[in-house]
């Protein structure tokens, strides 16, 4: 089951205004094994992302990756932040794009790149994470809530 159209023209808006994703940046997608999760997915890598989709367990990863995942995470097994770390030799995640929230989230914002792009599109764990203004301040990283209804009626126009 795929997202409607305007669905996923959301979802594109999301990476590329919100996010402002770039070609040979790393896109990390937490519950990438989700509806939004894989069509993010699917995006970041037509816009030419690497993309790291972090879910959780191996049959959701394989999902991920048919969907054209570079790198997989198992975030039941291994730490977000510790494997984004070590699979972009330490520099980290360009833009993140959460649905997940809690744990996810906490771990994901100590494995972002230098003016990175949090992306908060929901809160499925069940637990709305505080953010640490330290973090967002020593790494120069915006944290932007994206809201579907919201963002389309109050888009400018771009020109």
């Not at 794009?97 to 809690?102: A, I, K």
């Amino acid at each position: 089951m795929g997202l409607a159209p305007t669905g996923k023209r959301r979802l594109v808006t999301a990476h590329t205004q919100s996010g402002h994703l770039q070609s040979g940046e790393t896109l990390l997608v937490l519950g990438a094994a989700g509806g939004v999760g894989l069509t993010a997915v699917e995006i970041g890598k037509a816009l030419g992302a690497r993309v790291i989709a972090a879910a959780g367990g191996a049959d959701k990863l394989e999902v991920a990756k048919s969907r054209g995942a570079d790198e997989l995470i198992d975030y039941r097994s291994e730490n977000i932040r510790d494997r984004v770390r070590t699979l972009t030799a330490g520099k980290g995640a360009d833009v993140v794009y959460d649905p997940v929230g809690g744990d996810a989230f906490d771990q994901a914002l100590r494995a972002v790149n230098w003016e990175a792009r949090m992306l908060v599109i929901g809160f499925a764990s069940g637990r709305i994470q505080a953010v640490p203004a330290n973090l967002i301040l020593v790494k120069n990283i915006s944290v932007i809530g994206v809201v579907w209804g919201a963002q389309t009626e109050r888009a400018t126009p771009h020109g």
